[in-house]
């Protein structure tokens, strides 16, 4: 059976990657990659981070390519504005392909998600609820599992310092390549400490 694949489906008829599911204060459009866009590494390079477990995971691929990085070291979602691969379509003519004989309308999966998002008809929250949210403590209701809570709250901590780890990585990368541009700017490196003084010298 074949495996479903999140974020690929078809503009028209054409393949595409879909990158924002709608623009932000602009519902009615999306920014997809066409597939035939795209050539040797650079192609590669995509569908590779479209396929990983990251992206598949993930309700927004755009915050994956923006955590990636081409093999040439370029940020891989500015590298798709720059290189104009990103391509503004109207989200009634998207349709996604999560199975090769399978295809939801973009439009139904957004309502869905934003559904999920917004959490449709939240119950309202006790004044207690509401002070535990406020100063950060897990909010714990009767009958939950407090080692099922836990385990929630560290693979939380988890995907926090995966988030972290890959914004150092993107800052020393970028600090690397400022230093590349000029070199002058490049902290000059310190004396260091004074030879010791020799017998002879005592």
């Known amino acids: 059976m074949a495996e479903m694949t999140k974020h690929v489906g078809v503009y ?4 595409c990657v879909v990158v924002f599911r709608t623009l932000p204060e602009d519902e009615q459009n999306a920014l997809v990659i066409l597939s035939d866009s795209l050539e040797g590494q650079f192609h590669d390079d995509i569908m590779s981070v479209v396929d990983s477990q990251e992206a598949q995971e993930s309700n927004n691929i755009s ?20 290189r104009g691969k990103l391509v503004k379509a109207p989200v009634n003519m998207v349709k996604l392909t999560p199975l090769p004989n399978q295809s939801v309308e973009l439009e139904e999966v957004n309502a869905e998600l934003g559904k999920i998002e917004t959490e449709s008809n939240p119950p309202l929250k006790t004044e207690t609820e509401v002070a535990r949210i406020d100063s950060g403590a897990p909010v714990v209701q009767e009958g939950d599992d407090p080692e099922a ?13 995966e988030d972290a780890k890959a914004l150092l990585s993107d ?3 970028k600090r690397s390549q400022a230093y590349e541009v000029a070199p002058d700017l490049r902290p000059k490196k310190g004396p260091g400490r004074p030879p010791k003084a020799s017998i002879e010298n005592l």
Do not use: I
């Open 149 to 161: 809570v836990a385990n929630n709250l560290l693979s939380q901590a988890s995907l926090l310092e």
């Open 171 to 173: 800052a020393e990368a």
């Open 63 to 82: 915050e994956v390519f923006f955590r990636r990085r081409l093999t040439d070291g370029e940020n891989m979602l500015e590298a798709l504005h720059t």
């Open 12 to 15: 028209g008829e054409k393949p």
